[in-house]
């Protein structure tokens, strides 16, 4: 059984930094796809940013240029770098990781993926 643990969320100003981290456990996530989605109140969950297993990168077109995500296979882990935060990108943020391993079909699609986290809370104030 696959978990994933976020962690890193919390309140920042307008402007700030925040980094989340996921942590895999229960199987190696090497050879898998892994994302992050959010969910602000009120809307639908939304993608957020993919790397694949040979670490190609997607980004959603809101925070192409400042979020960046990144994967250390030996921790089992993946990173979301959160900069240049405003209120908009208030939400909860949730991890995830598809199923299969080696593969190079769509990764910005909920449906792509088998394994969610809890979720972690980022507020950015104004």
């Known amino acids: 059984q696959v978990q994933l643990i976020e962690s890193g969320g919390g309140l920042v100003q307008a402007g700030g930094s925040l980094r989340l981290s996921c942590a895999a456990s229960g199987r190696s996530l090497s050879r898998s796809a892994m994302g992050w989605f959010r969910q602000a109140p009120a809307k639908e969950r939304e993608f957020v940013a993919a790397?694949?297993?040979?670490?190609?990168?997607y980004y959603g077109d809101s925070v192409k240029g400042r979020f960046t995500i990144s994967r250390d296979n030996a921790k089992n882990t993946v990173t979301l770098q959160m900069n240049s935060l405003n209120p908009e990108d208030t939400a909860v943020y949730y991890c995830a990781a598809q199923r299969g391993s080696y593969s190079s079909g769509s990764v910005i699609r909920q449906n792509d993926y088998s394994y969610w986290g809890q979720g972690a809370q980022v507020t950015v104030s104004s």
């Open positions: 790397i694949t297993w040979i670490t190609r990168t």
